[in-house]
């Protein structure tokens, strides 16, 4: 996704564990801020803003 871009993320019911702080904060902020790393190349991938998650369970 191109910055300033919006995207739409499956949340497979098996990877979401109730336990985990970051769904709390999804519902509850409204927020998400990650950063991920693609280890064979050491590309970084910022993702910060507004999130939910519908019906649907899509992030």
């Known amino acids: ?3 300033g871009s919006r995207g739409r ?3 497979f019911p098996a990877l979401i564990d109730p336990l985990d702080p ?3 904060n999804i519902e509850h902020e409204g927020r998400l801020g990650s950063l991920v790393i693609e280890l064979a190349t050491h590309r970084r991938i ?3 803003g507004p999130a939910q998650i519908d019906d649907a369970r899509h992030l």
Do not use: D, G
């Open 9 to 11: 993320v499956s949340a």
């Open 22 to 24: 970051v769904w709390e």
């Open 46 to 48: 910022h993702i910060n």
């Open 1 to 3: 996704m191109l910055p």
